[in-house]
């Protein structure tokens, strides 16, 4: 019969003929009373199991449960220095090698360690459009072409004043852009409140960056062709060209921020590195 010990809870075997007496644990020395056969009767009544009475001639009383051989798991000590020696080797090793343990890498971290925001705020854009278109201005006095060779031999610069008058298309340009120029100078005013809304535009302002916007994009147009049919052109007049882009973004981030209005967090550009 198999059951658990009562007091240490291992598994022991016991003769069916002690079912229903008092038997000793071999593993904890604990007492416990073995339970009975449903096909046995009273049993009579029999000392504990570990006397030598009850015990029958030649028979065990008793055996732990899936008991191992109690011999060591070493090799044999009579055994030869030859086989002693196998069995060390054959055994796989649990501790640390002779050159102790391998260093421990750790793994690379895949957070960012950087990180820059940009904010598109209502304070800045305004401004974009009106200095880009002002910078602008600048270039004018400054060579946009380079012709190759002069009346002395020497290379011609071409001042964008004098590349202004050169055609009807210029002309036409000139005038947009001084045009630009005064829109976006006075929707900054108005933006920021440096000047009163007058009452009979107060309806446009909703729309004051699209109307700026129409005028920078014709007078982009108007320059970009002409840099597209010029040859010699220097870095100024590619800059200017530039500029005008560099307006038309800032225009667009001022209309969406009109769009978006003042109750909504601000847009931003997160960089991480």
């Given at each position: 019969m198999n059951l658990a010990c009562p007091n240490c809870q291992r598994m022991i075997t016991i003769a069916d003929q002690f079912a229903g007496q008092m038997m000793q644990c071999p593993l904890c020395n604990g007492t416990f009373t073995a339970p009975m056969l449903p096909s046995s009767g009273?049993?009579?009544?029999?000392?504990?199991?570990?006397?030598?009475?009850?015990?029958?001639?030649?028979?065990?009383?008793?055996?732990?449960?899936?008991?191992?051989?109690?011999?060591p798991s070493g090799p044999n000590p009579s055994a030869s220095p030859e086989a002693k020696t196998a069995a060390d080797t054959s055994r796989p090793s649990s501790g640390p090698s002779a050159d102790g343990p391998p260093p421990i890498r750790e793994a690379p971290s895949l957070e960012y360690t950087h990180r820059y925001i940009i904010w598109i705020s209502p304070r800045v854009v305004p401004w974009i459009a009106p200095v880009a278109l002002a910078v602008v201005f600048l270039f004018f006095f400054f060579p946009?072409?380079?012709?190759?060779?002069?009346?002395?031999?020497?290379?011609?610069?071409?001042?964008?004043?004098?590349?202004?008058?050169?055609?009807?298309?210029?002309?036409?340009?000139?005038?947009?852009?001084?045009?630009?120029?005064?829109?976006?100078?006075?929707?900054?005013?108005?933006?920021?409140?440096?000047?009163?809304?007058?009452?009979?535009?107060?309806?446009?302002?909703?729309?004051?960056?699209?109307?700026?916007?129409?005028?920078?994009?014709?007078?982009?147009?108007?320059?970009?062709?002409?840099?597209?049919?010029?040859t010699y052109t220097l870095a100024w007049f590619r800059w200017t060209v530039g500029l005008h882009l560099l307006a038309l973004i800032g225009l667009g981030l001022e209309y969406c921020l009109q769009q978006r209005g003042p109750d909504r967090a601000l847009p931003r550009i997160d960089i991480l590195w």
């Open positions: 009273a049993p009579p009544a029999v000392p504990l199991a570990g006397s030598g009475a009850s015990k029958p001639a030649g028979q065990e009383v008793y055996s732990v449960a899936g008991a191992r051989s109690t011999s946009w072409r380079g012709l190759p060779l002069g009346a002395g031999g020497e290379p011609v610069g071409q001042s964008g004043w004098i590349e202004v008058g050169s055609g009807p298309l210029m002309i036409f340009y000139f005038l947009l852009y001084l045009l630009a120029l005064a829109l976006s100078i006075g929707s900054l005013l108005l933006t920021r409140k440096i000047v009163p809304t007058p009452p009979q535009i107060a309806h446009l302002l909703p729309w004051q960056a699209c109307i700026v916007a129409a005028a920078v994009v014709l007078a982009f147009l108007f320059v970009y062709i002409d840099f597209w049919m010029e």
